[in-house]
T-cell receptor, first 116, second 115 residues
Framework: DTGVSQNPRHKITKRGQNVTFRCDPI?????LYWYRQTLGQGPEFLTY????????KSRLLSDRFSAERPKGSFSTLEIQRTEQGDSAMYLC??????????????FGPGTRLTVL | AQKVTQAQTEISVVEKEDVTLDCVYE???????LFWYKQPPSGELVFLIR??????QNEISGRYSWNFQKSTSSFNFTITASQVVDSAVYFC????????????FGPGTSLSVIP
């Protein structure tokens, strides 16, 4: 399977715990995106990377959230001191930026986080 | 500001009925892309269609058709002869030139097709 993969697919944690999600993009894609989708809403942009550089962060990304893409390949999204409001589906997407205007984003299956 | 509105929160139809899902978008960019995605209960986003702002031709793919009208900033989606497998949440989305990297999604329409 050469699509975007995310692990784990489901995570249940207790409030106050830290969690980390992983995203593996399509292999040649140099851009990687994180979105959050809460119940009954559409996905909302969180942040994105061009190779290992984090180029933009949404105001939704509080200081308890940190994303990395250390070698420009896979990415991790960590949430510290989780709160019940962090319960959501976390979606990763990747694209290939060739310097043209538009790069189609391909979405992964998501990680569903439940904070008890 | 960019925004996508899907006024229909939930729709229920009986199998074989036709159903139209509405989408209205807002952007000041003249160059943009519009999308429809399907999200079944499993949660994965399934890409259905992409249209750019310069192509207003309607499109048909099997039982699916899309009506893009720039004059009303709408990009509606019609399913003909609906089937139970069409039951899902459908999202309309926008990616505009000033921020191509941020896809703006609407709130979604939950479609239930009753056998």
């Amino acid at each position: 399977d050469t699509g975007v993969s995310q692990n784990p697919r489901h995570k249940i944690t207790k409030r106050g715990q830290n969690v980390t999600f992983r995203c593996d993009p399509i292999s040649e894609h140099n851009r990687l995106y994180w979105y959050r989708q809460t119940l009954g809403q559409g996905p909302e942009f969180l942040t994105y990377f061009q190779n290992e550089a984090q180029l933009e962060k949404s105001r939704l990304l509080s200081d308890r959230f940190s994303a990395e893409r250390p070698k420009g390949s896979f990415s991790t999204l960590e949430i510290q001191r989780t709160e019940q409001g962090d319960s959501a589906m976390y979606l990763c997407a990747s694209s290939l930026d060739l310097g043209f205007s538009y790069n189609e984003q391909f979405f992964g299956p998501g990680t569903r986080l439940t904070v008890l | 500001a960019q925004k996508v509105t899907q006024a229909q929160t939930e729709i229920s139809v009986v199998e074989k009925e036709d159903v139209t899902l509405d989408c209205v978008y807002e952007t000041r960019d003249t160059t943009y892309y519009l999308f429809w995605y399907k999200q079944p209960p499993s949660g994965e986003l399934v890409f259905l269609i992409r249209r750019n702002s310069f192509d207003e031709q309607n499109e048909i793919s099997g039982r699916y058709s899309w009506n893009f009208q720039k004059s009303t900033s709408s990009f509606n989606f019609t399913i003909t002869a609906s089937q139970v497998v069409d039951s899902a949440v459908y999202f309309c989305a926008l990616s505009a030139k000033t921020s191509y990297d941020k896809v703006i999604f609407g709130p979604g329409t939950s479609l239930s097709v009753i056998p």
